[in-house]
């Protein structure tokens, strides 16, 4: 609960922690992965309060291993249903119900000095961005920003989505990533938008680059190639190539890639499937190849996360 307070404090306006009441919380603590706390609070007395973030970066040279990120924020002035059995809304934010409530949503993510690695390995540190992410910066900091349009979509999403299970895994993970990656911006102080593509100045360029990510988290299991997925998005493979760099800070394989490794760490760790049915579900040829994939992504064996 600590966290929570902590980016409360920040938020009020005037330094007072309200009285609120928890209305409903999701978490994820997969080892080696993701871990993330999305709580939302019913606020009983008038708040005023800022969307704000905060990003602290906790470094320790003589214990590498406790080294983490997190990304904290807090939002206000969504509007949520009292009651549970309520057959427009459910719980579920909207506008169209007359028993809704205002509510605070506090985020917390988590990220590991080890899971960050995979986003820095083999790669020449250039800003401080990336010695962030290596852990290579040297002192530790805590650091408060507002919110983007960007970062505003992504935790909407993040809330608002109607996915369950496995699909639920797949879209969460996605959009965390893409958070990570517009948080990160708050180091620089970079503008909302900047894009050096210059179709993705237009609503379309970008719109058929978020498309192609969505095609891509649909084929988990079974891969399409870029000449595919430039087909399906109507865009050359080349500023779909560049385009897909810009906007998400990776290449189309490597964020493909990426998002299996996550969901196979679902699916042994949560849902207690066997290494080979996983490798199965996410279309590989062979028990081998995919343990290969798994440990070099994560540094760990498949086996590692059976309970």
């Given at each position: 609960m600590l966290e929570v307070m902590d980016i409360l404090r920040v938020a009020h306006r005037e330094g007072i922690?309200?009285?609120?009441?928890?209305?409903?919380?999701?978490?994820?603590?997969?080892?080696?992965?993701?871990?993330?706390?999305?709580?939302?609070?019913?606020?009983?007395?008038?708040?005023?309060?800022?969307?704000?973030?905060?990003?602290?970066?906790?470094?320790?040279?003589?214990?590498?291993?406790?080294?983490?990120?997190?990304?904290?924020?807090?939002t206000t002035g969504n509007r949520y249903c009292e009651e549970r059995s309520c057959s427009m809304c459910k719980q579920l934010p909207t506008e169209n119900c007359d028993g809704k409530m205002r509510t605070v949503d506090v985020f917390v993510f988590h990220f590991t000095a080890t899971f960050l690695h995979q986003f820095v390995h083999n790669v020449k540190l250039s800003n401080r961005k990336?010695?962030?992410?290596?852990?290579?910066?040297?002192?530790?900091?805590?650091?408060?920003?507002?919110?983007?349009?960007?970062?505003?979509?992504?935790?909407?999403?993040l809330l608002n989505h109607s996915y369950h299970g496995a699909l639920e895994n797949i879209f969460v993970n996605a959009k965390v990533h893409e958070l990570l990656l517009y948080s990160l911006d708050c180091l620089v102080d970079e503008k909302e938008e900047g894009f050096t593509c210059k179709f993705l100045a237009d609503e379309r360029g970008r719109d058929a680059i978020y498309q192609a990510?969505?095609?891509?988290?649909?084929?988990?299991?079974?891969?399409?190639?870029?000449?595919?997925?430039?087909?399906?998005?109507?865009?050359?493979?080349?500023?779909?190539?560049?385009?897909?760099?810009?906007?998400?800070?990776?290449t189309i394989f490597d964020f493909y890639q990426q998002q299996r490794m996550e969901h196979a760490k679902y699916l042994l760790y949560e849902k207690s499937l066997s290494v080979t049915d996983v490798s199965a579900l996410l279309g590989y040829s062979s028990i081998?190849?995919?343990?290969?994939?798994?440990?070099?992504?994560?540094?760990?064996k498949p086996c590692d996360l059976l309970k």
């Open positions: 922690e309200p009285s609120m009441t928890l209305l409903h919380q999701k978490e994820q603590n997969i080892p080696g992965s993701i871990q993330y706390s999305i709580r939302r609070y019913y606020a009983q007395h008038p708040w005023v309060a800022d969307d704000t973030g905060m990003m602290v970066y906790h470094y320790n040279p003589y214990k590498p291993k406790d080294n983490y990120l997190e990304i904290r924020y807090c990336d010695e962030v992410l290596a852990f290579k910066h040297p002192h530790a900091f805590t650091k408060v920003f507002g919110l983007c349009n960007k970062k505003r979509n992504v935790l909407d999403a990510r969505d095609i891509l988290l649909q084929h988990i299991g079974d891969p399409i190639t870029i000449k595919e997925l430039s087909r399906k998005v109507a865009i050359n493979e080349c500023y779909l190539k560049k385009g897909f760099k810009e906007v998400f800070g990776t081998s190849h995919f343990s290969a994939a798994f440990k070099k992504h994560t540094g760990l």
